[in-house]
């Protein structure tokens, strides 16, 4: 059986690219940081594509819970096959008022906690693996609020591109997803009106769906030749 872990893998996203790489006969472990609300609604529906599944709770926010995460995994399997970081946060903060706790938190989340993450997993991934990191289009166009989640974004499409070297003697691919705008539940509290404009500067006027951002990591991991590539998929956004 090959195995795959997906951070930040409750909702949005990454539960979708769980859920299609549980429907693809992998064993997945789930994981999530906080929010135990959905989990039983969760782990019911995943029951019913498939009892091989494990979640995890744990919010990767020092060295040590890191450390925690990989050991309970290994306990699981010690040959993984995929590698899903997907785990974020962003703060909106005006610059002015942004604090330097405001942006040690989303830095340690959406741009250390994965690099710590793919190095303590090194040994656990198998020669020909892929690791995909769940960029993000503000990671390469500059947005009107949230300066940490860009900037963040912007170092894991980076830290992609270093890591290439570090693991092409195994044959293991490392590549990123930069959605745009995803219908998740992030993006529900938007006011219609914000929502509307965002739509205006997209080619194609819609958010995208979890399963179009899932459908490109299954694309990434069965096309051996994808490496070191930043797959941008944001239905053309500002094409005006």
Avoid at 170 to 193: C, H, L, M, S, Y
Wanted: include cysteine; proline fraction near 3%.
């Amino acid at each position: 059986m090959e195995y795959a872990v997906v951070t930040g893998s409750s909702k949005g996203i990454g539960k979708q690219i769980g859920i299609d790489l549980l429907k693809q006969g992998y064993f997945v472990v789930f994981n999530y940081g906080h929010d135990d609300s959905v989990i039983p609604a969760l782990s019911e529906e995943l029951s019913h594509i498939s009892t091989n599944f494990k979640i995890i709770k744990n919010d990767f926010s020092t060295i040590e819970r890191i450390e925690d995460f990989v050991k309970t995994v290994s306990l699981i399997t010690d040959n993984i096959e995929v590698l899903v970081l997907n785990s974020a946060m962003t703060d909106r903060t005006d610059f002015d008022k942004l604090t330097i706790e405001q942006w040690n938190n989303v830095l340690m989340t959406n741009l250390t906690s994965p690099c710590f993450l793919v190095q303590k997993f090194k040994h656990l991934i198998k020669r020909n693996g892929n690791i995909i990191f769940i960029g993000a289009l503000m990671g390469m166009v500059p947005h009107a609020i949230s300066i940490p989640y860009g900037v963040t974004k912007a170092g894991v499409h980076m830290l992609a591109k270093y890591l290439v070297k570090e693991f092409c003697e195994d044959n293991i691919r490392v590549n990123v997803i930069a959605p745009g705008f995803v219908e998740t539940p992030w993006q529900k509290n938007k006011p219609k009106d914000l929502r509307q404009r965002i739509e205006d500067k997209i080619a194609l006027h819609r958010f995208a769906t979890p399963a179009e951002i899932s459908d490109a990591a299954l694309f990434i991991i069965n096309n051996n030749y994808i490496n070191g590539a930043i797959l941008n998929i944001d239905g053309c956004y500002s094409y005006k």
